[in-house]
């Protein structure tokens, strides 16, 4: 979704870097609780959990905050309880939007998804009004370098198992089944290849283009979303027209 990266670049731009850092910090930790207790606490045997170590050491999240909610995801410690729900909903606009939630309160998380989407012009769907247009996918973003061409990167990606590669500006974008993600990550790595970042991602299959107030509204609701501690994820199938950008980058 190129409108919710650009999003992301342009709220760094103004400054919100230290609180985003904490919201991280906030959502990591319940994601490392989670795959410990749905898949232990052996990082070699719990590729989700690898993951989110990984996601962890890069996000600079001290060892101890690490261990504490492994622990508490094994039940070595005493820890929350928390429940995985995603939500359904129309953006302004008519954008398809899927937000992903790891809460200990369901009451209090569809009360404050429900009011973002209602602050924006948007609204809550049902199961699988939109959920039909995403695709769950791996995602793995290789910076380019001169010392790597295109087709070189290509061979590189097909011959781990990847499905495609496309240009995403500086960097390489490899997507591979879900599945394979962690296999592709580390037959790249294993030949070389640096990794900067891999994910399970859902990618909507069409896209909806808005401007204007629509637009507006619409980075509100994912800035919204983003900020409410108990979503971990939002995807969305809107992209920005140029003059928007171009509005939202001059007032960055």
Same mark, same amino acid.
């Given at each position: ?8 670049? =342009? ?6 870097? #230290?609180? /985003?850092? !904490?919201? @991280?910090?906030?959502?990591? =930790?319940?994601?490392?609780? @989670? ?5 232990? !606490? ?12 990984? #996601?962890?050491?890069? &996000? ?19 820890? /929350? ?14 954008? +398809? ?7 200990? &309160?369901? *009451?209090?998380? @569809?009360?404050?998804?429900? @009011?973002?989407? $209602?602050?924006? *012009? ?17 995602? =793995? ?21 990847? !499905?495609? /590669? +496309?240009?995403?500006?500086? *960097?390489?974008? =490899?997507?591979? #089944?879900? +599945? ?30 808005? $401007?204007?107030?629509?637009?507006? &509204? ?11 501690? #108990? ?8 992209? /920005?027209?140029? +003059?928007?950008?171009?509005?939202? &980058?001059?007032?960055?």
């Amino acid at each position: 979704m190129s409108g919710h990266n650009k999003w992301s670049t =342009i709220k760094h731009k103004k400054g919100k870097a #230290d609180a /985003v850092r !904490g919201k @991280i910090f906030t959502k990591l =930790i319940k994601e490392i609780t @989670i795959a410990a207790r749905l898949g232990g !606490g052996d990082p070699a045997g719990n590729p989700r959990l690898r993951k989110a170590l990984l #996601d962890g050491r890069s &996000n600079n999240m001290p060892a101890e905050n690490i261990t504490r909610a492994i622990k508490k995801g094994t039940g070595e410690l005493e820890g /929350v309880s928390y429940e995985e729900i995603t939500y359904e909903g129309y953006g302004p606009g008519g954008a +398809a939007v899927l937000v992903d939630v790891m809460t200990d &309160n369901r *009451n209090r998380a @569809i009360t404050e998804v429900r @009011i973002a989407f $209602g602050k924006t *012009n948007g609204k809550m769907a049902e199961p699988g009004a939109v959920s039909y247009l995403f695709q769950t996918v791996g995602q =793995i973003t290789v910076a380019k370098t001169k010392k790597v061409s295109e087709d070189d990167m290509m061979l590189l990606a097909l011959d781990a198992g990847a !499905g495609d /590669v +496309a240009d995403d500006g500086d *960097n390489w974008l =490899i997507t591979t #089944d879900y +599945a394979d993600l962690w296999e592709v990550r580390e037959k790249l790595e294993a030949a070389g290849v640096v990794v900067a970042d891999s994910k399970i991602a859902k990618v909507a299959s069409t896209s909806v283009e808005l $401007g204007g107030k629509d637009a507006d &509204n619409m980075l509100r609701l994912v800035d919204m979303l983003e900020d409410n501690d #108990d979503v971990q994820n939002v995807w969305a199938n809107f992209e /920005v027209d140029d +003059a928007t950008m171009e509005r939202l &980058n001059a007032e960055g």
